[in-house]
């Protein structure tokens, strides 16, 4: 068997393999992943100068799908790849502190967030009393949303570098991007 780093193995069921939990493989295949490194020798600032803003969803590779290197990017991700405070937080930062000046913005089809609404504040409040501060941030429509998304990065004040922002939809069945128009 060729070797791997992968913690992916063949299970017959979810969870504990002979009594190991997923983070278990994770930090065994770290053990592995460690032993084949070498230092590369890079500070902190992304090579590319770019902070690339995706959603988390797990059939997006975003440095396989862009072709990125260790090193190249920043990549701040959540649910949606919605840009929330802390996402411009993050940009901010990523701008000011650490050199990077275009923004990539990647939101896909078959996003989970499409399927909810803003009623899930509402369950959450019935089932526990207590009613989330942040918005769900569910959409309808993923270009638009992408729109929104861009609108809300070249209108933000903290960022210094708002004139390379561009805004993509990811086919998670074809791994292929199709680029929004900011209009
Ligand atoms: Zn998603």
New binding site residues.
């Given amino acids: 068997m060729p070797m791997t780093t992968s913690a992916s193995v063949p299970t017959e069921s979810e969870g504990a393999i002979n009594g190991d939990t997923v983070t278990d493989r994770l930090v065994e295949a770290n053990g592995r992943y460690a032993a084949a490194f070498t230092d590369p020798g890079m500070d902190a600032r992304p090579v590319l100068r770019v902070a690339v803003v995706a959603?988390?969803?797990a059939r997006?590779d975003l440095h396989a799908a862009l072709g990125l290197e260790l090193g190249d990017c920043h990549t701040i991700r959540n649910?949606?790849?919605v840009v929330t405070d802390d996402v411009i937080r993050s940009l901010t930062i990523s701008q000011r502190k650490l050199g990077t000046r275009s923004v990539v913005l990647i939101?896909?089809t078959?996003?989970?967030?499409e399927a909810l609404t803003e009623d899930f504040r509402t369950e959450l409040e019935t089932e526990v009393g207590q009613r989330p501060a942040w918005a769900v941030e569910s959409f309808r429509d993923v270009d638009q949303d992408v729109r929104q998304s861009m609108r809300r990065v070249r209108t933000n004040p903290f960022l210094l570098h708002t004139d390379d922002v561009r805004g993509f939809v990811f086919d998670v069945k074809t791994g292929r991007l199709r680029e929004v128009d900011a209009a």
């Fill in positions: 959603c988390m969803d997006l649910a949606g790849g939101h896909h078959g996003c989970g967030l």
